[in-house]
């Protein structure tokens, strides 16, 4: 069974929804061993600020990238990067996977350091 597909599906429409409310998003990204997040302006076409667990900083404070403490690691990041950048409001979109655990992780810690959903 692939479970690619479904996903696709679901994150197609979550940015068919998205790009109607011509809002900045939160986009995010996971794989079995590291967690990504972009802001991308309304348009789609640039990214403003990106956080994942491949970078320096957080591989020091993480020792492993695929788990929720790294993604509320990630989470902080993106919304201190966000700040930097401007925005305090975005739509969040998980890109078709469920919201718990690492999605849900990256979330909560992105609301507490000031993001706006």
Known sequence: MNNTNP???RS???RAKIAGLKATRLSVHRTNGHIY?????????????SASTLE???RKDVKYGGNVAAAAVVGKLIAEKAKAAGIEKVAFDRSGYK?????????DAARE?????
């Not at 802001?39 to 076409?45: C, F, L, Q, R, V």
């Not at 919201?99 to 979330?107: C, D, F, Q, V």
């Open 12 to 14: 197609r429409k979550t």
């Open 113 to 117: 350091h000031g993001l706006s959903f």
């Open 99 to 107: 919201y718990h655990g690492r999605i849900k992780a990256l979330a």
């Open 7 to 9: 996903r696709l599906r």
């Open 37 to 49: 997040a972009q802001i991308i302006a309304e348009t789609g076409d640039k990214v403003l600020a």
């Open 56 to 58: 320096a900083g957080v």
